[in-house]
């Protein structure tokens, strides 16, 4: 598979290829991105939980491109700067391993795989084998879920007349009420001003979808309702369940059916392993340490009342192809509207193409131009419908007009910057190196940065 992909990125690159496999990788541009700062949710916390751990000993340049195996970019040229910056935290233990996709246009400016895929054992030992990252490793998207499974799936009901952005979410769902829940809207909970809780660990009074229901719509609202921006999976996870509502089956069901099946996605989907998928998977974390000490440790800056040896359940295994986010695993057998879609760079790429196309691919409308461009307008929030779209949130300096995106918990990162029709998707799994004492991983915010800002250099991009 990866030969074939290779060979029509090679063809397309002399335009002279028009097939859709080709078309996924290099279509038009993918949009933009960016850190979530200041979120206290899991899923899509901000990354910046840990500095950076130091080189163990100084290392020549040749030694680190030699500790940091790579597949070579293929189809297109490498941006040497954002090269260097992978390389360089690779050897320098930021992060295990790391796929990076650069498009322009219909050219490919980087596409490359670096460092391992599974490179430590639960005991932080490190294993005998690692394995490699390759370009066709899939990822926990954490966080990514949000916006190219969730936000997707919305916008295509709004776009169908099936859901009115300015209703109230109990219009959908009428267990949803009481109180000041009632005058939360559809538009409140995608720009994460409904007022909602950032994060409740759910799998402590859940173990099934409906059960997960009937937990988040029984808690109270934490904020007032339309006023400040307050990250929550707990208001993705509401939309995942209007989903449902609205169309009479699961989000993944109705995503493979209507927008991944259709673009010819064949690795975007939650619980592959359920659906036959074997990988290969990019190893996430050892278990859910940092989620654990989220309720054992009332200092580690979460809101948790639950009795902390109420739950018996936590997982002390490398999870490969399983979702890391713990509310999602447990309590929703891995389908949430926060967290649980598994993805590859190319396979992101495509669908961030469609959005800067407004919603076309081929002769394919998948969504009107209208109903893309509502979401992609930066509302009162300072942020989309779904995608963040603010410098402060993005954290890239000086960003070009237009840009959104998200990042995922995992080290997921897809950025794009729709007038200079450049994509970036840069996916990582930093989880697998472990947490330091303080139970935290490694902070990815500069890296992203760099990584952002060497592919702005690139292309000529010069701060407004």
């Given at each position: 598979?990866?030969?074939?992909?290779?060979?029509?990125?090679?063809?397309?690159?002399?335009?002279?290829?028009?097939?859709?496999?080709?078309?996924?990788m290099?279509?038009?541009?993918?949009?933009?991105?960016?850190?979530l700062?200041g979120?206290?949710?899991?899923?899509?916390?901000?990354?910046?939980?840990r500095a950076?751990?130091?080189?163990?000993?100084s290392?020549?340049?040749?030694?680190?491109?030699?500790?940091?195996?790579?597949?070579?970019?293929?189809?297109?040229?490498l941006?040497?700067?954002a090269?260097?910056?992978l390389l360089?935290?690779?050897?320098?233990?930021?992060?295990?391993?790391a796929?990076l996709?650069?498009?322009?246009?219909?050219?490919?400016?980087?596409?490359?795989?670096?460092?391992?895929?599974?490179l430590?054992?639960?005991?932080?030992?490190?294993?005998?084998?690692?394995?490699?990252?390759?370009?066709?490793?899939?990822f926990?998207?954490?966080?990514?879920?949000?916006?190219f499974?969730?936000?997707?799936?919305?916008?295509m009901?709004?776009?169908?007349?099936?859901?009115?952005?300015?209703?109230?979410v109990s219009?959908y769902?009428?267990e949803?009420?009481?109180?000041s829940?009632?005058?939360?809207?559809?538009?409140?909970?995608?720009?994460?001003?409904?007022?909602?809780?950032?994060?409740?660990?759910?799998?402590?009074?859940?173990t099934?979808?409906?059960?997960?229901?009937d937990?988040?719509?029984?808690?109270?609202?934490?904020?007032?309702?339309?006023h400040?921006?307050?990250y929550?999976?707990?208001?993705?996870?509401?939309?995942?369940?209007?989903?449902?509502?609205?169309?009479?089956?699961?989000?993944?069901?109705?995503?493979?059916?209507?927008?991944?099946?259709?673009?010819g996605?064949?690795?975007?989907?939650?619980?592959?392993?359920?659906h036959?998928?074997?990988?290969?998977f990019?190893?996430?974390?050892?278990?859910?340490?940092?989620e654990r000490r989220?309720?054992?440790?009332?200092?580690?800056g979460?809101?948790v009342?639950?009795?902390?040896?109420?739950?018996?359940?936590?997982?002390?295994y490398?999870?490969?192809?399983?979702?890391?986010?713990?509310?999602?695993?447990?309590?929703?057998?891995?389908?949430?509207g926060?967290?649980?879609?598994?993805?590859?760079?190319?396979d992101?790429?495509?669908?961030?193409?469609?959005?800067i196309a407004e919603?076309?691919y081929?002769?394919?409308?998948?969504v009107?131009?209208?109903?893309?461009?509502?979401?992609?307008?930066?509302?009162?929030?300072?942020?989309?419908?779904?995608?963040?779209?603010?410098?402060?949130?993005?954290?890239?300096e000086?960003?070009p007009?237009?840009?959104f995106?998200?990042?995922g918990?995992?080290?997921?990162?897809?950025v794009g910057?729709?007038?200079?029709?450049?994509?970036?998707?840069?996916?990582?799994?930093?989880?697998?190196l472990?947490?330091?004492?303080?139970?935290?991983?490694?902070?990815?915010?500069?890296?992203?940065?760099?990584?952002?800002?060497?592919?702005?250099?690139?292309?000529?991009?010069?701060?407004?």
């Amino acid at each position: 598979m990866a030969a074939v992909m290779d060979s029509l990125l090679q063809l397309r690159m002399s335009r002279l290829v028009s097939s859709r496999v080709a078309s996924i990788m290099l279509s038009v541009t993918l949009f933009g991105a960016g850190a979530l700062a200041g979120s206290t949710s899991l899923a899509g916390c901000s990354d910046d939980t840990r500095a950076i751990r130091p080189l163990e000993e100084s290392t020549s340049d040749a030694v680190r491109r030699a500790a940091a195996p790579s597949v070579e970019a293929r189809g297109g040229r490498l941006i040497p700067a954002a090269d260097s910056i992978l390389l360089e935290a690779v050897s320098r233990k930021v992060l295990p391993g790391a796929v990076l996709l650069v498009t322009q246009d219909e050219s490919v400016l980087h596409r490359k795989a670096y460092g391992y895929a599974r490179l430590y054992n639960p005991d932080g030992s490190r294993l005998a084998e690692p394995e490699p990252m390759t370009l066709d490793h899939v990822f926990d998207l954490a966080s990514l879920t949000k916006v190219f499974a969730t936000t997707f799936a919305i916008m295509m009901l709004v776009d169908r007349g099936d859901v009115d952005l300015d209703a109230p979410v109990s219009q959908y769902l009428t267990e949803f009420a009481g109180s000041s829940k009632d005058s939360v809207l559809v538009r409140h909970l995608l720009t994460h001003t409904a007022g909602l809780y950032p994060w409740k660990p759910v799998y402590y009074h859940a173990t099934s979808p409906p059960e997960a229901f009937d937990y988040v719509r029984s808690l109270p609202l934490a904020y007032p309702v339309g006023h400040e921006r307050h990250y929550s999976d707990l208001g993705f996870m509401l939309l995942g369940y209007l989903v449902e509502a609205r169309t009479g089956e699961d989000i993944d069901s109705f995503l493979r059916e209507n927008v991944y099946g259709p673009l010819g996605l064949q690795k975007t989907m939650f619980v592959p392993r359920e659906h036959g998928f074997s990988g290969p998977f990019a190893a996430t974390s050892h278990g859910n340490p940092f989620e654990r000490r989220m309720v054992f440790d009332d200092e580690f800056g979460y809101d948790v009342d639950e009795d902390p040896e109420a739950f018996d359940q936590w997982r002390d295994y490398t999870l490969i192809g399983e979702v890391n986010d713990g509310n999602a695993h447990h309590a929703h057998d891995g389908v949430a509207g926060h967290a649980g879609l598994f993805s590859t760079a190319d396979d992101l790429t495509m669908l961030l193409q469609v959005l800067i196309a407004e919603g076309r691919y081929e002769s394919l409308q998948l969504v009107s131009a209208e109903t893309v461009r509502e979401f992609l307008t930066i509302t009162a929030s300072g942020n989309g419908l779904g995608w963040a779209m603010s410098p402060a949130v993005l954290r890239i300096e000086n960003p070009p007009q237009g840009v959104f995106g998200h990042t995922g918990f995992t080290g997921t990162y897809a950025v794009g910057f729709p007038v200079q029709r450049t994509t970036l998707v840069l996916l990582t799994n930093r989880q697998n190196l472990g947490v330091g004492a303080d139970g935290r991983y490694n902070s990815l915010d500069e890296l992203r940065a760099e990584v952002a800002a060497a592919v702005l250099d690139a292309i000529g991009h010069r701060p407004r």
